[in-house]
């Protein structure tokens, strides 16, 4: 029988390039997409990428105007 033996990496770590994308802080998961889970701060999430979850429409930014020039 094969004993499992586990591999190091051993001498200078890697250097990552910046178009690298680590995945998502709060699930630690790699995957491409949003979870919006995060609370984003100046649009970005805290993966540094833009948050889908700010983003809004035209119509959803019209509402949003009618609304405070209303006073609702």
Same mark, same amino acid.
């Not at 649009?43 to 833009?50: D, E, N, V, Y």
């Given at each position: ?17 910046? =178009?690298? =994308?680590?995945?998502?802080? !709060? ?14 701060? *100046? ?22 105007? =009618?609304?405070? !020039? *209303?006073? !609702?």
């Amino acid at each position: 029988m094969k004993s499992r033996h586990i591999r190091r990496f051993v001498g200078p770590q890697p250097v990552l390039q910046p =178009y690298s =994308y680590l995945g998502c802080p !709060e699930t630690v998961s790699r995957v491409p997409w949003c979870y919006r889970i995060c609370t984003p701060v *100046n649009g970005r999430g805290t993966c540094g990428r833009i948050a889908p979850h700010v983003l809004k429409s035209r119509i959803q930014r019209a509402i949003a105007a =009618y609304k405070l !020039e *209303n006073g !609702e």
